[in-house]
C-alpha cells in the first residue's frame, strides 16, 4: 500500500483514499487479501482471558494478615501446639474457601454475559459480493452496510445512501449519527468525523459503501484495548488497610509477648518452659486468628446484599473500596438516563401536550396542560398517524418481561411509542401502504405513502426547519388553514423553545397527492400538523439518588462524548447541575480542556461537574489527575469509550444490559439493572462493609488486648497466672470466634450516609479505637484481676475459673457496645441482631457446658461456681456495657 498517511483517511478524498489503499470500487482480489492478511493478521482484538480458577484460588493468599496467621501457625507446631496450629490453619481454609467462591461466582457472572457482537461482513471481493467472517477483513476492503447491520471494522465511506450509525458504544451520543462520503477540513474528534464508521457500532438505516480503514488492534475499539493493558492496576485501599493493620497486630502480639516473657522468666524466675508457652499462647491471643475469617464474612455478606440490590462484585476487596468513594464519574447515556429516546412533548399550531411514559412501553398518557388526559382531537389524531405510519421500527416485548426491545431508528421508535400511547396500531395502516423513503439526508426528512378515502396521503416526518420550508398550509382546530408569517414565527418559536430543553425536534406534516410512489419532488406543498420532542430521559429515581450522594459528600461528575447541550439538560434534571447554573461555568468540552495548561487543568476539574465531547484518552486523563489529588473515584460506563477510565478507577462499574464485553472486563463491578441508584446502594453497603470490620476489629482487639493485660499485669504484682493456655485459646478461638461471626452481619443503621467519606489513608484502627480501648483495658483487667484475687483464698483453679467467667462476660457486652461506634444501643434495639443474640446465648451455654460438666471442666481445669457467684460476676462485668454506653452518649451530646 501507498506512503498516504491512513490514520487520517477523514481529512483525504475518495479517490486518494481507495489510491492509498491499492484499493477500488470493486473490491479486493484473493491474491491480494492473502498479502494483506499475513502482514496485518486477523480482525480480531487481543483476546483478555478470563481469570483462571487458579489464579482466583492464588489471590486470597494475598493478604498480609494471612500471611502473618500462617507464621503463627508454624511457632505453634514448632512448639507442640498442634491443637493451635490446626485451629489456625482452619481459620485460613474458612478465610480462602469464602473468598474464592465469592470472586469464582462473580467470574461466571460476567462470562456469561459476554456475546459475539460481529459474527459476518458483506464484502466484495473479486468483483463479487460475498458474506465472509468478519474476522477474515483486511485493510483495503470494500464492505456493504445496511439497517441493523453491525459495523466489522473502522472504515472511509465511499458511498452513502441516508447511512445513520448509532456510535452510543464509542462516543456516548445516543441519537443515530448520518454519515456522508464528504472530505473533513480540519482535524476533528472521533464523535465528529461524519465520513467515518467504526468497528462495534450499529447500522440505524440506509446504506453504505465502505472501504475498511482498520483492522484488529488497529481499530478505535483495539486503540482502546491497548490503553488498558498499560493502566498499572494498584492495590486496593482496603488491601492496604488490612495490610497495615497486619503490621499494627503483628507489632502489639510481638511486643505483648515479648513484655510478659521477660516479666515471667527475668524478673519473676519462673520455670523456661512454662513461660514460652504462655508466652507464645499471648502471641497468638493478640492475633485474632479469625480477623482475616471475619473480613471475608464482612464483604462476603455486602457482596451477598450488593448482589440482592442489582450489583455483582467482580472482586472481593473493591466492596469496601465503594464504601470510600469520594468522587463518581458517570456516563450519560443508560446510567443517568434510560437510553431510549421518548416523546415528552407535542406542539401543534394552538395546543400544547405533555406525554407520560418510560422506554419503549407504549403505556402512557398524552396530558394537558391543565393536567387532564387529552381527548383525541382530529389535529393529534392526525399527528399520531403521521408518527405510527411513517415508521419502519418495530417494538416488541421481551418474552418473560415486562422490559420492550427496540429494532430499528431511535427516532422512528419513540414516534412509534407515542402512536401507541394514543391508541393508534400501526397494524391498521399495513394494507393501505402503498410506498416508503427511508430518512434522506438530502432533504432530513423520511416519507410514507398510503392510500386513503379522499385520494392518495404522503405523510413526513423530519428535521422542523426543513419540514417548514416546504409547507404552504397548517392543520389548525378549524381545519386546513394556509401558512402565514405568523404561523412561521409561531412554530419557529416552539422549535427554539424546545431546542433550548435539549429535546431533538421532529416536524411532522402531509398532503394529498396524486402519486403512487414516494417522490422527493413531490415533498412540496405539505400542510404542517405539529412538532414533538423527543429526549433520552433521566431514569426515574436518578434525582433522588444525587441527592443522596451530595448528602453522604460525594460529588457526582458526567463524563460524556455526546453533546455539551444534552450534557448540560441531564446534568440538570438529575440534579449535577442547580437550574439556575451558568452552562457558561459549569459545562466544558474536551476541546475546552486542551487549551488549559496542567495547572489550570487540575483546577477545572475539581469545580466543574459536566464535561462533554469527551475522547476515552481525556476520561483516563481526567480519572488520573483526580485520583492523584487524593480522591477515591468510582467510575461508570457501559461502551468501549469508558474501559481505559474503568480500569483506572478505584472503583470501575459497568453496566450489564448491553453494555460491550471491553467495559465488563475493565471492571470490578457490574450493574444488572443499569441503574445509577445501584451505585448508591452499592456505596451504602460498601460503608456498612467497613463499619463492620470497623467495629469486628475494635471488639477483637480490645478483648485481645485485654486478656494479654490481665497475665501480665498478674504477673507483675506477684501474683500467680490467672488463665491456663487452653482457657487463653478458648476465649479467643471460641468465645470471640462465636461472636465476632455474628457481629460482621450488622445492617447499617440508617445514618451511613449522613456522613462525608473518610480519607483514602485512614487506617481500620484510628484514635477513634483509644477511649473503647481504655475502657476495655481498665475494666476487664481490673475487674478479671481483682476476682482472681479475691478468690485465690479459694484455690488457684477456683481464682482462674472466675476470671475466666468475668473475661468471658464483659467480652460478650461488648459485642452489643460494638454494634455501633457511634449510635447507642437503645437507639439501634438491643435484639434488633438476632445472630447476635443467638451467638451470645450460645456462648453462653458453651460456657456452662465447660465450667459445670465434670468431665469437661477437668480438660480445663474449672471449679464448679454457685448461681449467687455466677450472677454477681455478671453484675461486675456489665458495668463494661453501660460504661461505653455512656461514653458514646456523651460524645454524641
Known amino acids: 500500500m501507498n506512503s498516504f498517511d491512513q490514520h487520517s483517511p477523514h481529512l483525504n478524498s475518495v479517490e486518494d483514499v481507495l489510491h492509498s489503499f491499492d484499493s477500488s470500487i470493486q473490491g479486493l482480489t484473493s491474491e491480494e487479501i492473502e498479502t494483506r492478511r499475513a502482514r496485518f493478521g486477523l480482525n480480531t482484538l487481543p483476546d483478555q482471558d478470563s481469570v483462571s480458577t487458579l ?25 507442640g501446639q498442634s491443637v493451635d496450629a490446626w485451629v489456625i490453619v482452619s481459620a485460613i481454609v474458612v478465610d480462602v474457601i469464602i473468598g474464592f467462591t465469592q470472586e469464582y461466582k462473580a467470574q461466571r457472572a460476567v462470562n456469561s454475559l459476554k456475546k459475539q457482537v460481529v459474527i459476518a461482513a458483506k464484502v466484495l471481493r473479486n468483483e463479487e459480493l460475498i458474506n465472509v467472517p468478519a474476522s477474515e477483513l483486511v485493510p483495503g476492503d470494500i464492505i456493504i452496510l445496511e439497517e441493523g447491520d453491525s459495523i466489522p471494522a473502522d472504515g472511509r465511506v465511499i458511498q452513502s445512501n441516508d447511512l445513520r ?7 456516548g451520543e445516543s441519537i443515530p449519527v448520518s454519515k456522508h462520503s464528504k472530505q473533513l477540513s480540519g482535524e476533528v474528534v472521533v464523535a465528529d468525523r461524519k465520513n467515518m464508521v467504526w468497528r462495534g457500532t450499529l447500522v440505524a438505516g440506509g446504506y453504505a459503501r465502505v472501504i475498511v480503514t ?66 507464645i499462647a499471648a502471641l497468638v491471643a493478640a492475633i485474632p486468628e479469625g480477623l482475616s475469617v471475619i473480613f471475608t464474612i464482612v464483604l462476603a455478606i455486602a457482596a451477598s446484599r450488593m448482589a440482592k440490590r442489582n450489583v455483582i462484585i467482580r472482586e472481593f476487596a473493591v466492596t469496601e473500596t465503594l464504601g470510600t468513594i469520594s468522587t463518581i464519574l458517570t456516563d450519560k447515556t443508560g446510567t443517568l438516563t434510560q437510553n431510549s429516546l421518548v416523546v415528552e412533548k407535542i406542539m401543534l399550531a394552538d395546543e400544547e401536550f405533555s406525554v407520560t411514559g418510560n422506554g419503549w412501553n407504549p403505556e402512557g398518557k398524552i396530558i394537558t396542560p391543565a393536567g387532564s388526559e387529552a381527548e383525541l382531537t382530529p389535529q393529534l389524531r392526525k399527528l399520531m398517524e403521521i408518527a405510527a405510519v411513517s415508521n419502519n421500527a418495530h417494538i416488541y416485548q421481551k418474552p418473560e418481561s415486562s422490559g420492550y426491545e427496540l429494532i430499528g431508528d431511535p427516532t422512528e421508535g419513540a414516534l412509534l411509542t407515542l402512536a401507541r400511547k394514543g391508541g393508534i396500531a400501526e397494524e391498521e395502516y399495513l394494507s393501505i401502504k402503498l410506498d416508503d423513503m427511508p430518512f434522506s439526508s438530502e432533504v432530513k426528512a423520511r416519507a410514507t405513502l398510503i392510500g386513503a378515502e379522499r385520494g392518495n396521503e404522503l405523510l413526513v416526518t423530519g428535521a422542523p426547519e426543513k419540514i417548514l420550508h416546504r409547507c404552504s398550509a397548517i392543520l389548525t382546530q378549524q ?56 429526549i433520552d430521559p433521566p431514569r426515574v429515581d436518578v434525582k433522588e439518588a444525587i441527592e443522596k450522594c451530595k448528602s453522604a459528600g460525594i460529588r457526582v461528575v458526567m463524563l460524556t462524548g455526546d ?30 480542556l486542551l487549551n488549559l495548561n496542567e495547572e489550570e487543568f487540575d483546577r477545572i476539574i475539581q469545580e466543574v461537574n459536566v464535561f462533554a465531547r469527551l475522547t476515552p484518552r481525556m476520561k483516563l486523563r481526567i480519572a488520573g489527575r483526580l485520583q492523584a489529588a487524593g480522591e477515591l473515584i468510582a467510575m461508570t460506563g457501559d461502551g468501549v469509550n469508558d474501559a481505559p477510565a474503568l480500569k483506572k478507577a478505584d472503583a470501575g462499574i459497568a453496566m450489564g444490559i448491553g453494555g460491550t464485553d471491553t467495559a465488563r472486563e475493565a471492571s470490578d463491578v457490574i450493574l444488572t439493572d443499569n441503574n445509577f441508584t445501584s451505585i448508591v446502594n452499592a456505596i451504602e453497603e460498601g460503608r456498612i462493609a467497613f463499619n463492620n470490620a470497623r467495629q469486628t476489629s475494635f471488639f477483637l482487639i480490645t478483648t485481645n488486648l ?89 484455690g488457684v483453679r477456683m481464682a482462674q475459673t472466675c476470671a475466666f467467667i468475668v473475661l468471658s462476660f464483659t467480652q460478650l457486652f461488648n459485642v452489643y457496645n460494638m454494634r455501633s461506634l457511634r449510635l447507642p444501643i437503645l437507639k439501634i434495639g438491643f435484639l434488633s441482631n438476632r445472630l447476635v443474640n443467638y451467638a451470645v446465648l450460645l456462648s453462653l451455654i458453651m460456657m456452662y457446658v465447660i465450667i459445670e460438666i465434670p468431665a469437661v471442666a477437668e480438660i480445663f481445669n474449672f471449679e464448679r461456681v454457685s448461681i449467687w457467684d455466677a450472677t454477681i460476676l455478671l453484675v461486675l462485668s456489665s458495668s463494661v456495657f453501660w460504661v461505653t454506653e455512656l461514653y458514646k452518649s456523651v460524645r454524641k451530646k
Open 479 to 534: 381545519g386546513e388553514e394556509q401558512l402565514s408569517d405568523s404561523h412561521g414565527r409561531n412554530i419557529q418559536d416552539k422549535i427554539d423553545r424546545l431546542s433550548d430543553k435539549a429535546y431533538r425536534v421532529i416536524a411532522l406534516a402531509y398532503k394529498r397527492t396524486s402519486f403512487d410512489q414516494v417522490s422527493k419532488e413531490d415533498m412540496e406543498d405539505l400542510c404542517f400538523v405539529g412538532l414533538v420532542g423527543m
Open 706 to 794: 485485654a486478656e494479654s493485660a490481665t497475665i501480665m499485669l498478674a504477673i507483675l504484682v506477684g501474683l500467680p497466672l490467672p488463665l491456663t493456655v487452653t482457657q487463653l485459646l478458648w476465649l479467643n478461638l471460641v468465645t470471640d470466634g462465636i461472636t465476632d461471626v455474628a457481629l460482621a452481619t450488622e445492617a447499617g443503621h440508617g445514618d451511613v450516609m449522613e456522613r462525608k467519606p473518610m480519607d483514602r489513608n485512614e487506617r481500620i484502627l484510628n484514635c477513634e479505637i483509644i477511649p473503647f480501648l481504655l475502657i476495655n483495658l481498665v475494666l476487664m483487667t481490673g475487674l478479671s484481676l481483682g476476682t482472681f484475687y479475691f478468690y485465690l483464698e479459694e
Open 214 to 279: 482498520a483492522t484488529g488492534a488497529n481499530t478505535q475499539i483495539g486503540d482502546i484495548s491497548q490503553s488498558l493493558d498499560e493502566i498499572i492496576e494498584e492495590r486496593s485501599t482496603f488491601t492496604r488497610k488490612t495490610n497495615a493493620l497486619a503490621g499494627q497486630m503483628a507489632v502489639i502480639a510481638i511486643v505483648s509477648a515479648i513484655l510478659i516473657f521477660v516479666t515471667a522468666y527475668f524478673i519473676r524466675g519462673f520455670e523456661f518452659n512454662d513461660v514460652l508457652l504462655t508466652s
Open 563 to 592: 453533546h455539551i447541550n444534552t450534557a448540560v439538560a441531564v446534568a440538570r434534571d438529575t440534579g449535577i447541575l442547580k437550574l439556575n447554573e451558568s452552562a457558561d461555568r459549569s459545562a466544558l468540552t474536551e476541546t475546552d
Open 165 to 171: 450509525t448509532i456510535e452510543s458504544s464509542l462516543t
Open 55 to 79: 489464579l482466583i484460588l492464588l489471590r486470597q493468599f494475598k493478604s498480609a494478615l494471612v500471611v502473618i496467621l500462617v507464621i503463627a501457625a508454624g511457632i505453634s507446631w514448632y512448639v
